[in-house]
C-alpha cells in the first residue's frame, strides 16, 4: 500500500480570489493593471498573494506600493556638464535607496512632448526629476492626472505644489556684481539667461539690483539677452564690440556665454580682463582652465541633484516636503578674467 503523501500544487488565481474574496478577473486586473482597481481591492489583493504564495513576497509589496524601483530624470542637454554634475547627485543619493535613475534626453526628436506623456501614463517610473526649465508641469498633470510625484532639480515650476531644488540666483548676481563694484568698475554690462525662465529673470533682477545699491544704473544697451549658450555669448561681444560707450566689466548669465564672448573678442584683438573684466555663472569644470582662468559664481550642482532626489524620495515615502523649495547658496571663484579697469575699453578703442 502507497503512503505517498498527495502531489502539492502551485497556488492559482483562484486562490488568491477565493482568499480575497473577489473574482479572478478582479485579481488579473490588479496584478496587471493596478491603476485599474481601487487602492482597497489592490491591498486585499496583495494580501491574498502573499497568504496563497501565488508569487514573490517582493511582487506584493509592489503591487500594494506600484513600486518600479526606478525613477526618471528629465534633462535637456546631457553633453552639458552642468546637468550631468546634477545627475551624479541624483544618483547618489538613489543608489543608497537601490533606485535605479533613468536619463532622458529631451532635446531628443524621439522624447517629443506627446512621447514623454505617453510613457509617464504606462507607470514606468516610481517618480520624475526634471531639469528642462522648457517644461510646463501644469499642462503636463493636466493632460496625465496620474503622473507619479515630480521635483525639479536646478529649474523652477509652474505648479505650486512641486518641491524645488534650485540655487539662489539672486545672490549670485549680487556676488559676481559686488565684486566687479569692489575692483573699481563702475560700467557693468550683462549677458542674460533665458528670460523666460526665473533662474534668468532672477540673474537679471540681482544685477539691477546690486548696480542700484551702490547708487549705479545699467544703460539698456548694456544689458544683451542670451540663452545661456556659447552663441548668445559671441552676439553679445558683437554687441559690445559695436558701442560707442563700453562697459568695462561684463556679468554673463553662464559661463558658456562668457566663453563666447571672451573668444570672440579675442578674435577681435581684445584682451581679457585689460580692455574688459568678465565674470560668469556655473563654474563648470573648463572654467578654470579657460584662458584667461574665468572668475565665475560657483553653482553646487552635485548638492542641488542630492537635494532633490531626497525630496523625491521623502514624496515616495508618502510624506511632504518640509519646505516648498531648498534653496542652495553658491559663492564667488576669483580667477584671472577680472581685475581693476584700464583705459582701453573705457576710451572705446576698437
Given at each position: 500500500?502507497?503512503?505517498?503523501?498527495?502531489?502539492?500544487?502551485?497556488?492559482?488565481?483562484?486562490?488568491?480570489?477565493?482568499?480575497?474574496?473577489?473574482?479572478?478577473?478582479?485579481?488579473?486586473?490588479?496584478?496587471?493593471?493596478?491603476?485599474?482597481?481601487?487602492?482597497?481591492?489592490?491591498?486585499?489583493?496583495?494580501?491574498?498573494?502573499?497568504?496563497?504564495?501565488?508569487?514573490?513576497?517582493?511582487?506584493?509589496?509592489?503591487?500594494?506600493?506600484?513600486?518600479?524601483?526606478?525613477?526618471?530624470?528629465?534633462?535637456?542637454?546631457?553633453?552639458?556638464?552642468?546637468?550631468?554634475?546634477?545627475?551624479?547627485?541624483?544618483?547618489?543619493?538613489?543608489?543608497?535607496?537601490?533606485?535605479?535613475?533613468?536619463?532622458?534626453?529631451?532635446?531628443?526628436?524621439?522624447?517629443?512632448?506627446?512621447?514623454?506623456?505617453?510613457?509617464?501614463?504606462?507607470?514606468?517610473?516610481?517618480?520624475?526629476?526634471?531639469?528642462?526649465?522648457?517644461?510646463?508641469?501644469?499642462?503636463?498633470?493636466?493632460?496625465?492626472?496620474?503622473?507619479?510625484?515630480?521635483?525639479?532639480?536646478?529649474?523652477?515650476?509652474?505648479?505650486?505644489?512641486?518641491?524645488?531644488?534650485?540655487?539662489?540666483?539672486?545672490?549670485?548676481?549680487?556676488?559676481?556684481?559686488?565684486?566687479?563694484?569692489a575692483l573699481g568698475h563702475k560700467t557693468v554690462g550683462?549677458?542674460?539667461?533665458?528670460?523666460?525662465?526665473?533662474?534668468?529673470?532672477?540673474?537679471?533682477?540681482?544685477?539691477?539690483?546690486?548696480?542700484?545699491?551702490?547708487?549705479?544704473?545699467?544703460?539698456?544697451?548694456?544689458?544683451?539677452?542670451?540663452?545661456?549658450?556659447?552663441?548668445?555669448?559671441?552676439?553679445?561681444?558683437?554687441?559690445?564690440?559695436?558701442?560707442?560707450?563700453?562697459?568695462?566689466?561684463?556679468?554673463?548669465?553662464?559661463?558658456?556665454?562668457?566663453?563666447?564672448?571672451?573668444?570672440?573678442?579675442?578674435?577681435?584683438?581684445?584682451?581679457?580682463?585689460?580692455?574688459?573684466?568678465?565674470?560668469?555663472?556655473?563654474?563648470?569644470?573648463?572654467?578654470?582652465?579657460?584662458?584667461?582662468?574665468?572668475?565665475?559664481?560657483?553653482?553646487?550642482?552635485?548638492?542641488?541633484?542630492?537635494?532633490?532626489?531626497?525630496?523625491?524620495?521623502?514624496?515616495?515615502?508618502?510624506?511632504?516636503?518640509?519646505?516648498?523649495?531648498?534653496?542652495?547658496?553658491?559663492?564667488?571663484?576669483?580667477?584671472?578674467?577680472?581685475?581693476?579697469?584700464?583705459?582701453?575699453?573705457?576710451?572705446?578703442?576698437?
Amino acid at each position: 500500500m502507497s503512503n505517498s503523501s498527495p502531489k502539492k500544487t502551485n497556488p492559482t488565481v483562484q486562490d488568491v480570489a477565493r482568499a480575497a474574496k473577489v473574482s479572478t478577473a478582479t485579481v488579473s486586473r490588479a496584478l496587471s493593471m493596478p491603476d485599474r482597481v481601487s487602492e482597497e481591492t489592490r491591498n486585499k489583493v496583495a494580501r491574498a498573494v502573499e497568504e496563497t504564495g501565488y508569487v514573490l513576497n517582493h511582487a506584493a509589496r509592489n503591487l500594494r506600493r506600484r513600486d518600479t524601483g526606478a525613477i526618471v530624470a528629465l534633462v535637456p542637454d546631457i553633453g552639458n556638464s552642468h546637468f550631468s554634475n546634477i545627475l551624479q547627485g541624483i544618483e547618489t543619493v538613489c543608489a543608497d535607496r537601490n533606485l535605479k535613475v533613468l536619463i532622458a534626453d529631451t532635446r531628443k526628436p524621439s522624447m517629443a512632448r506627446s512621447n514623454l506623456n505617453e510613457f509617464f501614463s504606462q507607470n514606468n517610473c516610481d517618480g520624475i526629476v526634471i531639469m528642462d526649465g522648457h517644461f510646463s508641469i501644469a499642462e503636463i498633470r493636466a493632460a496625465n492626472p496620474k503622473l507619479p510625484p515630480i521635483v525639479t532639480a536646478g529649474e523652477w515650476s509652474d505648479d505650486p505644489t512641486v518641491p524645488i531644488a534650485v540655487v539662489n540666483n539672486l545672490l549670485g548676481a549680487n556676488l559676481a556684481v559686488s565684486h566687479l563694484l569692489a575692483l573699481g568698475h563702475k560700467t557693468v554690462g550683462h549677458v542674460t539667461g533665458l528670460l523666460s525662465h526665473k533662474p534668468g529673470r532672477d540673474r537679471l533682477e540681482g544685477f539691477r539690483a546690486t548696480l542700484s545699491g551702490a547708487g549705479l544704473e545699467a544703460e539698456e544697451a548694456w544689458v544683451f539677452e542670451g540663452d545661456y549658450t556659447l552663441e548668445s555669448g559671441r552676439q553679445a561681444a558683437e554687441g559690445w564690440l559695436a558701442l560707442k560707450d563700453r562697459p568695462t566689466a561684463v556679468f554673463c548669465a553662464s559661463d558658456r556665454a562668457a566663453f563666447g564672448f571672451i573668444s570672440t573678442l579675442s578674435e577681435a584683438g581684445f584682451n581679457v580682463p585689460e580692455d574688459v573684466s568678465v565674470v560668469g555663472f556655473d563654474d563648470i569644470d573648463i572654467a578654470g582652465h579657460f584662458v584667461p582662468p574665468l572668475t565665475t559664481i560657483h553653482q553646487p550642482r552635485r548638492a542641488v541633484g542630492e537635494q532633490a532626489a531626497q525630496l523625491l524620495l521623502n514624496l515616495l515615502q508618502g510624506g511632504q516636503p518640509k519646505t516648498a523649495s531648498v534653496q542652495l547658496e553658491p559663492w564667488l571663484v576669483v580667477r584671472r578674467s577680472t581685475a581693476a579697469p584700464g583705459n582701453l575699453a573705457s576710451e572705446g578703442t576698437s
